[in-house]
């Protein structure tokens, strides 16, 4: 009877020794790692880890992990525990564009990593200098056809999504317009405002502040249907140039062999997150649009866009710096 009770005193003790152990993995805190601090991707991500962190039962920490373009955060993530507790918050361009430019990648994104869920898609727009005669594309492209010497676009870099943005636009209204390459976005803009290039494109959240200030002009926006987020900005589609639809947009990636009950925990979670009205109108005030999806959906949405910016590269003869 004595050996029973001992018998059943162990068991009782070792299950709950495992329960304890599963609590405590559970609680591990989540880290969402990222290209660099400070710019858009920072933002939704640090919105988005406050919103989290209740749903999940623990902490979510946002991690910068800078260099290479994001390179060194994908790796990071590719190379760390497939327990969802590292994953990797990216923009569309890593996932998308980065493995047709860069060769030896050290990490393989369809081997490498799971989809979780796309995020938020950015509101992105063509602008051009505020003393351009044009306040929409038909005027913009009437401009840049009376004029002898082809218009000059600037972009954050060779490559950059921002420059394949403007590979499709030249292709939608037939202009030769001159790409010059610059280090970020800033300096483009620096250069649009100051009237020493004649527009450059990329995501609302970066062109607000100078938008607002009448600095900038907004010709339209990328995609085919209107942003929630800036419902009263026409597309470069609806004025009659389709083809500029290749829409940026964040998500959530885990290291591979991640298991399936964790991506799901965690893209219902961030489901759920995305709906909260509070991050909605957080995110809608710089620009971005919650946009949650299934694993299999961001999977397809990393597949299709990677082909279309491929042709482009490859088309067009684009080369990394």
């Not at 925990?265 to 961030?270: C, E, F, H, K, V």
């Amino acid at each position: 009877m004595i050996k029973l009770q001992h018998l059943a005193i162990s068991a009782l003790l070792a299950f709950a020794l495992g329960a304890a152990a599963t609590c405590h993995a559970q609680q591990k805190p989540v880290r969402l790692l990222i290209f660099a601090p400070g710019g858009p991707v920072d933002f939704v991500a640090r919105n988005l880890a406050v919103k989290l962190g209740p749903l999940l039962g623990t902490g979510v920490a946002v991690e910068p992990r800078p260099g290479a373009n994001g390179v060194i955060a994908a790796q990071a993530v590719a190379n760390s525990d497939p327990d969802g507790t590292t994953l990797l918050f990216s923009s569309s361009g890593l996932l998308t564009i980065t493995p047709t430019l860069t060769k030896d990648l050290p990490y393989d994104i369809d081997q490498d990593f799971i989809p979780v869920s796309r995020v938020v898609i950015s509101a992105s727009a063509v602008v051009i200098g505020a003393s351009i005669p044009a306040n929409n594309m038909r005027e913009f492209v009437e401009f840049a056809r009376a004029r002898k010497e082809p218009l000059v676009f600037g972009s954050p870099g060779v490559g950059n999504i921002a420059h394949l943005w403007i590979e499709m636009l030249k292709a939608a209204t037939n202009l030769e317009l001159t790409h010059v390459p610059y280090k970020g976005i800033a300096a483009a803009l620096t250069d649009v405002i100051g009237g020493r290039v004649a527009g450059t494109i990329g995501d609302l959240p970066v062109l607000l502040p100078q938008i607002s200030g009448g600095k900038i002009k907004v010709l339209g926006l990328i995609g085919n249907k209107r942003n929630s987020a800036a419902p009263t900005l026409p597309t470069i589609y609806e004025q009659g140039y389709p083809g500029v639809d290749a829409l940026s947009w964040y998500g959530v990636l885990a290291p591979a062999k991640t298991p399936p009950a964790i991506t799901a925990r965690l893209g219902d979670a961030i489901t759920r997150a995305l709906a909260d009205p509070d991050l909605k109108e957080k995110l809608a005030s710089v620009g971005v649009e919650a946009a949650p999806s299934t694993p299999d959906e961001l999977a397809r949405l990393i597949r299709s866009d990677r082909a279309r910016w491929a042709k482009i590269i490859v088309d067009r003869k684009i080369t990394a710096e």
